[in-house]
């Protein structure tokens, strides 16, 4: 007789596994690089088991460990002077199987390149709902900000990223006059 387990009793190690695929994912689009990305993810996950006693049971782990990541990204930006960018996960080609065009490939940096262009908190807002597809309430509860923070530089980040795309002069910030 075949035993099944309710991944929810596994502990938080055992559960957080399923979610790596998608802090992979994510952690490649923060930090432009596959190497960056593995040591944030693998930053993140040490990070939420040493903290494990803060996750409450029964809440949504996936947007738990998307807040230690986050917030280990932030602190690890804030000690680095200069970022770099390097090109989209080569997954998104690769994943294409030889089907893509050159084209194609041309949009997916042109893609990358206009991501990277955005300030880090449209970034991470595009990011967690767009590629996550995150509700606008776990992006805020991730991020740490009110709803409305969010919904805002989504807004603002969706449209920059729409300029970008299509070559236009992005956005300029308005003055402040005394």
Same mark, same amino acid.
């Given at each position: 007789? !075949?035993?099944?387990?309710?991944?929810?009793?596994?502990?938080?190690?055992? /559960?957080?596994? *399923?979610?790596?695929?998608?802090?992979?994912?994510?952690?490649?689009?923060?930090?432009?690089?596959?190497?960056?990305?593995?040591?944030?993810? *693998?930053?993140?996950?040490?990070?939420?088991?040493?903290?494990?006693?803060?996750?409450?049971?029964?809440?949504?782990?996936?947007?738990?460990? @998307?807040?230690? %990541?986050?917030?280990? @990204?932030?602190? /690890?930006?804030?000690?680095?002077? #200069?970022?770099?960018?390097? $090109? =989209?996960?080569? %997954? =998104?080609?690769?994943?294409? #199987?030889?089907?893509?065009?050159?084209?194609?490939?041309?949009?997916?940096?042109? =893609?990358?390149?206009?991501?990277?262009?955005?300030?880090?908190? /449209?970034?991470?807002?595009?990011?967690? &709902?767009? %590629?996550?597809?995150?509700?606008?309430?776990?992006?805020?509860?991730?991020?740490?900000? $009110?709803?409305?923070?969010?919904?805002?530089?989504?807004?603002?980040?969706?449209?920059?990223?729409?300029? =970008? %795309? /299509?070559?236009?002069? $992005? &956005?300029?910030?308005? !003055?402040?006059?005394?």
């Amino acid at each position: 007789m !075949k035993q099944t387990v309710d991944p929810s009793a596994a502990p938080l190690a055992v /559960q957080a596994l *399923q979610y790596i695929p998608r802090l992979r994912r994510y952690a490649r689009a923060l930090t432009g690089d596959a190497a960056a990305a593995d040591d944030l993810v *693998q930053d993140t996950l040490e990070r939420a088991l040493l903290k494990q006693a803060l996750w409450r049971e029964g809440s949504d782990l996936r947007a738990w460990l @998307f807040t230690v %990541m986050h917030n280990v @990204f932030i602190n /690890q930006v804030r000690g680095v002077a #200069a970022s770099r960018t390097v $090109p =989209l996960d080569e %997954m =998104l080609i690769q994943s294409r #199987a030889g089907a893509a065009q050159a084209g194609d490939r041309l949009e997916i940096r042109d =893609l990358d390149a206009a991501l990277q262009a955005l300030p880090d908190e /449209q970034r991470s807002v595009v990011l967690l &709902v767009g %590629m996550e597809q995150l509700s606008y309430d776990e992006a805020a509860r991730v991020l740490e900000v $009110p709803i409305g923070t969010v919904m805002s530089r989504l807004s603002r980040g969706r449209e920059r990223l729409r300029r =970008l %795309m /299509q070559g236009e002069p $992005p &956005v300029q910030p308005l !003055k402040v006059v005394k």
